[in-house]
C-alpha cells in the first residue's frame, strides 16, 4: 500500500465518522422537538374541548330566567378571549406561553364564580345538563394535566438532547434553540373545583 494513501483513509474514516455523528444528532433532535411540538399540540385541544364544554354550560346557564347577567357575561369574556389567545407552535416563547396560562386562569376563575351564583338557582341545580358537564369537565382537566406533564417530559428530552456534551457544539451549528416548558400559575397544578353535585344540601 502506498504511503499516502494511509492519511487519505484515516482522514475519510474521521470524515465519516463526523457525519454520521452529525446526521444522528440532528435527526434525533428533528424528532425530539417535533415531539415535543405535537405535546404541545395536545396542550391546546385539551383547553379547546374544555372551553367547549364551557360554552354548553353557559347555554345552559342562559335559558335560566333572571340569571345574573354580569356574571355571565364575565364567563364568556373570559372564554372567549381564552378561546383566542393561541401559541405558535414554533414560537413557543415564554411571554408568548405567560399570556397563554393567563387567559385559561382568568377562565377558571369566571367558572368558579358562576358555579357560585348557580347556588341561588334551584332549577339549574337539577338540570341533568349539570350532572354530565361535571363528568365531563372533571375528566377535561385531568386530560389538560397530563398534556401539559407530557409535553414538558418531551421538551425536557429535547433540551438535554442538546445541551449535553458535545452534543451541545452541534446545537449552536445546527441553529436547535432550548424549549421553554410549561409553567402554572401557583395551585394551578390542582384541578378548579367544576363540581356540580348540589344532592348535598348545606
Do not use: C
Request: proline residues 3%; charged residues 25%; glycine residues 4%.
Amino acid at each position: 500500500m502506498k504511503k499516502w494513501l494511509i492519511p487519505v483513509i484515516i482522514l475519510a474514516v474521521v470524515a465519516y465518522s463526523l457525519y454520521s455523528w452529525a446526521k444522528g444528532f440532528n435527526n434525533e433532535a428533528v424528532v425530539l422537538q417535533e415531539d415535543a411540538k405535537t405535546k404541545w399540540s395536545n396542550v391546546e385541544s385539551s383547553y379547546q374541548r374544555r372551553n367547549d364544554l364551557i360554552g354548553n354550560l353557559v347555554k345552559t346557564v342562559q335559558g335560566a330566567a333572571d340569571f345574573e347577567k354580569e356574571t355571565l357575561t364575565q364567563v364568556i369574556e373570559a372564554r372567549s378571549k381564552a378561546t383566542s389567545t393561541t401559541i405558535d407552535v414554533n414560537n413557543l416563547t415564554p411571554e408568548a406561553m405567560a399570556q397563554f396560562q393567563q387567559a385559561q386562569t382568568g377562565l377558571s376563575g369566571a367558572l368558579s364564580k358562576l358555579l357560585l351564583v348557580v347556588e341561588r338557582y334551584p332549577d339549574l341545580k337539577a338540570n341533568a345538563n349539570f350532572l354530565e358537564l361535571q363528568s365531563q369537565l372533571e375528566g377535561t382537566e385531568n386530560r389538560i394535566n397530563v398534556a401539559r406533564d407530557r409535553f414538558n417530559e418531551d421538551v425536557n428530552n429535547y433540551n438535554k438532547h442538546i445541551k449535553i456534551f458535545p452534543n451541545s457544539i452541534l446545537a449552536g451549528l445546527f441553529n436547535f434553540d432550548e424549549m421553554n416548558r410549561y409553567k402554572s400559575d401557583p395551585g394551578s397544578e390542582n384541578a378548579p373545583d367544576v363540581n356540580f353535585d348540589f344532592s348535598k344540601k348545606k
